[in-house]
T-cell receptor, first 112, second 112 residues
Framework: SQQGEEDPQALSIQEGENATMNCSYK?????LQWYRQNSGRGLVHLIL?????REKHSGRLRVTLDTSKKSSSLLITASRAADTASYFC????????????FGKGTMLLVSP | NAGVTQTPKFQVLKTGQSMTLQCAQD?????MYWYRQDPGMGLRLIYY???????DKGEVPNGYNVSRLNKREFSLRLESAAPSQTSVYFC???????????FGPGTRLLVL
């Protein structure tokens, strides 16, 4: 089963609206990362939030982390058509020697 | 700074043929990774190299081999291609193994 799972699988909004995506995970983590993938391209890193942090901002992006609920959310404010992409969360486990584990992603469509 | 480069961009193989996917990074990163991405499956780790001189299996290593040629280059070899290996392959690198990953543009492979 997936360590990190995004919700919803797909999201369709109008330009100017906010978009919220969630990620849930199962085991203790060192950090959680969000990536964006435009169609046919490689993934691009957006934000890394460590287990001792609760919130981080980067431009129009806001990420929260609730380790007690094992969940994170990515908020994109005032969305633009250019934000149309798939968004993935990736978790770095706090046990053993492990690399990042990626979820299956949320597809975001922002219509003009 | 080219970041992470991958060659080739596209490849068509017949079942049983072999090929090597090349990846290079110019960011002096210690860790490098190979993923495959299939529709609905997200990113799955094939092999990774935490540091120069080491390689380890990921989630789906069967049918693949890797070589960390030097700090910059990490190649993925398919010895006898199968239709199940039709996928998009991404190479990534990071300064350390659980930190931010930087992705290449991908190689689209079709095995007939």
């Amino acid at each position: 089963s997936q360590q990190g799972e995004e919700d919803p699988q797909a999201l369709s909004i109008q330009e100017g609206e906010n978009a919220t995506m969630n990620c849930s995970y199962k085991t203790s983590i060192n950090n959680l990362q969000w990536y964006r993938q435009n169609s046919g391209r490689g993934l691009v890193h957006l934000i890394l939030i460590r287990s001792n942090e609760r919130e981080k901002h980067s431009g129009r992006l806001r990420v929260t982390l609730d380790t007690s609920k094992k969940s994170s959310s990515l908020l994109i404010t005032a969305s633009r058509a250019a934000d149309t992409a798939s968004y993935f969360c990736a978790t770095a486990l706090n046990s053993g020697y492990s690399t990042l584990t990626f979820g299956k992603g949320t597809m975001l469509l922002v219509s003009p | 700074n080219a970041g992470v480069t991958q060659t080739p961009k596209f490849q068509v193989l017949k079942t049983g043929q072999s090929m090597t996917l090349q990846c290079a990074q110019d960011m002096n990163h210690n860790s490098m990774y190979w993923y495959r991405q299939d529709p609905g499956m997200g990113l799955r780790l094939i092999y990774y190299s935490a540091s120069e001189g080491t390689t380890d299996k990921g989630e789906v290593p069967n049918g693949y081999n890797v070589s960390r040629l030097n700090k910059r280059e990490f190649s993925l070899r398919l010895e006898s291609a199968a239709p199940s290996q039709t996928s998009v392959y991404f190479c990534a690198s990071s300064e350390q193994y659980q930190e931010t990953q930087y992705f290449g543009p991908g190689t689209r492979l079709l095995v007939l």
